[in-house]
């Protein structure tokens, strides 16, 4: 079976790692017990979302850039244990009439000054 909460300290070492610090450095910046932050490293421990934040915060890497490396890791992980690819089925979204009208565009308008410049 393959534990997300591995995966995630998995990839938190590596961050940590990658920068050349300590557990003792990364703890104190995000304000965690070095016991905990070790846990959560080795996959012991369940991170919330308030001590991920806090622990991306002391390594200044974004959540979702860790959050991207474990579902990259996890998607490795399933084709390694042979798990079936699964097709993802998307229900197209009803779009009321009129909706377009009140929809922002993607593509800027033109304005006075485009105009006159053409």
Do not use: H, N
């Not at 959050?67 to 197209?92: F, I, T, W, Y």
């Amino acid at each position: 079976m393959i534990l997300l909460r591995r995966l995630l300290g998995d990839v938190l070492r590596r961050q940590r790692q990658r920068q050349g610090r300590t557990l003792r450095e990364v703890s104190a910046a995000a304000r965690v017990s070095l016991g905990y932050l070790s846990e959560v490293e080795r996959g012991q421990k369940e991170a919330s979302s308030e001590l991920l934040s806090a622990i991306c915060d002391a390594l200044d890497v974004r959540m979702s850039e860790v959050m991207r490396e474990v579902s990259d890791e996890l998607s490795l992980a399933e084709l390694a244990a042979g798990e079936p690819v699964r097709p993802v089925l998307v229900e197209p979204v009803p779009v009321p009439a009129g909706a377009p009208d009140r929809m922002p565009s993607l593509v800027p308008k033109a304005s006075a000054m485009d105009v006159v410049a053409a």
